[in-house]
């Protein structure tokens, strides 16, 4: 478990796939008060237990699920039971994971798309008409160039888009969705609501965390693993140093020799 972390608190696990957008996927997810980290798909299950994931974003990336020797998601993330958000490529995995099909679409699809919902559920319900009043279709952001073409057992299409037949899919008991689009774009039209209602219609988490918690973890830690002692520590003028001298000086005070 990260040091930076209250072990009673919410927290989601994003698994890293290589997208441009993860680390808009962390920062949307803790500006709703969500604590977060993101790993690489290669994290083993001692790591996945340890963090104790409230639920798991899959993020997209450049891969092909077809391809040989592509990222994979761990087996651990399905058996804790804990809700899985799948994004574009994210989404493709899990298909792919639990015994569906991908396919390569015909036309890559880089850009907004209408989304039509096909279905009820909790993640996209009542989408349109917060957004329009109406029910068209939303607007969202692709970037795509596979797509599911069969849905693994248990799962329902929720959306469907021009290229994409099954652009949201759900499996509502195992509380597993997975998006083809990107909601943490400004692009996606009510994408914020759709993480909101993720985090917490679905994972149940708590809109408590906030930045400075970070701080105030850290600077505990740190005075639980110092104690009385003493620290001495090489301040080159970087940022890094600097950072460190900063953190431990409000820790432990004149505990601290900086040379």
Request: proline letters at 6%; one cysteine or more.
């Amino acid at each position: 478990m990260s040091r930076a972390m209250s072990p009673d608190q919410d927290r989601i696990l994003i698994l890293d796939y290589g997208s441009q957008y993860t680390q808009l996927i962390a920062r949307s997810i803790r500006e709703l008060g969500v604590y977060c980290e993101i790993f690489a798909p290669e994290i083993d299950a001692d790591e996945i237990n340890a963090f104790a994931p409230s639920g798991v974003v899959l993020s997209g990336g450049p891969a092909s699920v077809n391809d040989l020797d592509t990222p994979t998601i761990p087996a651990e993330i399905f058996s804790r039971g804990c809700p899985v958000l799948g994004i574009c490529y994210g989404m493709q995995a899990l298909a792919s994971h639990l015994g569906g099909e991908v396919e390569t679409a015909e036309e890559r699809e880089y850009g907004p798309a209408p989304l039509t919902l096909t279905s009820q559920s909790v993640l996209l319900e009542g989408l349109e008409q917060i957004t329009n009043g109406v029910d068209d279709p939303l607007q969202v952001w692709m970037s795509h160039g596979d797509r599911v073409s069969v849905l693994p057992p248990g799962f329902v299409t929720i959306a469907t888009s021009p290229n994409a037949p099954h652009a949201a899919i759900a499996h509502h008991e195992s509380r597993i969705f997975g998006l083809q689009f990107h909601p943490e774009v400004t692009h996606s039209v009510n994408g914020r609501e759709i993480l909101r209602r993720f985090l917490f219609d679905i994972c149940a988490c708590q809109s408590h965390w906030k930045a400075s918690n970070i701080i105030d973890q850290m600077v505990e830690n740190i005075r639980g693993e110092v104690g009385n002692d003493r620290v001495l520590l090489g301040l080159s003028g970087g940022v890094d140093s600097a950072v460190v001298a900063a953190l431990l000086h409000r820790a432990i005070g004149d505990q601290l020799i900086c040379v």
